[in-house]
């Protein structure tokens, strides 16, 4: 597409952001974010995770636009967003949890509607067909299923043709077909070249399509990298691993050789080792395996996942 990629297609620095007075709170304002950093880049899905009342939703509506920022600078496409002309926002597609789509429009006449109020529109049947919209192309909006909605809802920000997208929480409530399609279509829209932001309550999904990360907690960016970056910080058990296997309950985990690793059974049957392993831990763990008779009915080895991150770093009290 000629688009020059990496370049920055939205900058947040030091974003601040105040409510209120609110009336639940005898008038006060509270601070909704006090800090918030974040660089996406074009080709690249960047992901906003945070606990419930993090602040992410706040983040993106102050990237579109949507609320005035007290504090800070934020900059989508070079531009302020908060009350900038039509321009902008022809670049750019949101797709909103709640699709924000009108009841009684049908999909693909409400796909054509949208597609003529721009210069430059996607193709609606391509976008039609790829994201399967066709088996229920002429339902009315208010009749579809919650996944249905949302492929419309993703559809509907795309047919402008963007360079920014802005997708919330964008597989919720689909199956996995869907979204597995869903999928495949953001990380081709990445390699078109599109600056993709996206928040998630799902890490596994952050882990899969991510190229880069941001973890705010209570209206501050906590954290920042790649996943491989932020699963391998160096925090104490870090660098170790897990390996659970499930066996006959309620045998004695006291194996020689294994008093360096944490060996418990956590629920009947389903024991846990977690520390630093060398491959001679394996070798004397299927040894005790071997002279107790034991063959286990499930064994699973990982390194630490986002959402240990996650869990380590965001809604230490649960907001
Ligand atoms: N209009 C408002 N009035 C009062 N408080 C608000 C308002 N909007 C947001 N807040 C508060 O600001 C904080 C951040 O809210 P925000 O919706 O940005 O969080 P979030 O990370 O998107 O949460 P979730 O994952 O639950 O959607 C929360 O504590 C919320 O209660």
Not at 224 to 252: D, K, M, Q, W
């Amino acid at each position: 597409m000629g688009v020059p990629n990496d370049e920055p297609c939205l900058t947040i620095t030091g974003l601040v952001r105040d409510l209120g007075p609110v009336p639940g709170l005898d008038g006060k304002m509270i601070r909704v974010l006090a800090g918030v950093d974040l660089t996406a880049r074009r080709g690249q899905v960047t992901a906003l995770l945070g606990a419930n009342g993090a602040g992410k939703t706040t983040t993106l509506e102050c990237a579109q636009g949507l609320q005035p920022i007290d504090g800070g600078d934020v900059r989508l496409l070079g531009e302020a967003p908060y009350g900038a002309g039509a321009e902008l926002r022809a670049r750019v597609g949101v797709m909103l949890q709640d699709g924000g789509l009108p009841p009684a429009a049908r999909p693909v006449a409400l796909l054509r509607h949208i597609a003529s109020m721009y210069r430059e529109p996607r193709d609606v049947d391509e976008l039609v067909h790829r994201l399967g919209i066709n088996s229920f192309a002429r339902t009315g909006i208010r009749r579809l299923s919650g996944g249905q909605r949302q492929r419309v809802a993703l559809a509907a920000a795309l047919v402008g043709n963007p360079e920014v997208l802005f997708l919330d929480e964008p597989s919720a409530g689909l199956d996995p077909q869907s979204r597995q399609i869903v999928f495949e279509l953001i990380q081709e829209l990445r390699d078109e070249g599109l600056g993709i932001i996206l928040t998630t309550h799902l890490l596994d999904d952050a882990q899969r399509l991510a190229d880069y990360v941001y973890i705010i907690d209570d209206g501050r960016t906590v954290a920042r990298g790649t996943v491989p970056e932020l699963t391998a910080r160096t925090e104490a058990h870090a660098a170790g691993r897990e390996l659970s296997f499930e066996a006959p309950p309620g045998l004695n985990p006291s194996v020689a050789g294994l008093e360096h690793l944490s060996f418990t059974e956590d629920s009947p049957g389903r024991y846990v080792l977690s520390g630093e392993f060398t491959p001679a831990d394996l070798a004397r763990l299927a040894g005790w395996w071997n002279e107790a008779g034991i063959l286990p009915d499930s064994i699973h080895m990982a390194s630490r996942t986002l959402e240990d991150v996650f869990l380590e770093l965001s809604g230490k009290e649960n907001r």
